[in-house]
């Protein structure tokens, strides 16, 4: 009976194509600019925000340095299509700040004086036909 019970629990669990934990789905995100850059996924979660709102309360999500990152950009495990599905507006904000703005003012200041150097609203559809990589600027 056991036995059965594990057979159907794998078989009917095996059908779950949103959530692949062997595989990432990744936006790259490469900088061209002659400075260095920070930058924020608004994907939600616990310390995030979501289009349309702004920055989040916190910093803890906050990518201070491209440059010290090995893959820059996002990475997780849900697929494109139930991302999309999940967010309010059907829409992920990319900001891209300059690092020195970051690392000389309190996270105070960057988030309520908005000191960003660039806003990227992105759809889905936006994301293929960049082939999911974003360059800035």
């Known amino acids: ?4 019970m594990i057979i159907f629990l794998l078989v009917n669990s095996s059908g779950c194509e949103e959530l692949a934990m062997d595989r990432y789905y ?17 994907t939600g979660g616990k310390f995030g925000t979501f289009y349309p709102d ?53 996270w105070e200041e960057v988030r309520d004086h908005y000191k960003i150097l660039k806003r990227y609203d992105l759809s889905l559809q936006d994301l293929e036909k960049m082939h999911f990589k974003i360059v800035y600027p």
């Open 54 to 106: 702004s920055l989040p309360e916190t910093n803890d999500e906050i990518t201070y340095d491209i440059s010290e990152v090995n893959k820059p950009g996002y990475m997780g495990h849900l697929k494109w299509s139930k991302l999309f599905r999940e967010l309010p507006h059907d829409t992920l904000s990319v900001f891209i700040f300059h690092t020195d703005t970051l690392k000389n003012n309190s």
């Open 26 to 42: 990744v936006i790259d995100l490469e900088n061209q600019a002659e400075y260095s850059i920070g930058y924020y996924f608004a």
């Open 1 to 4: 009976m056991i036995l059965l």
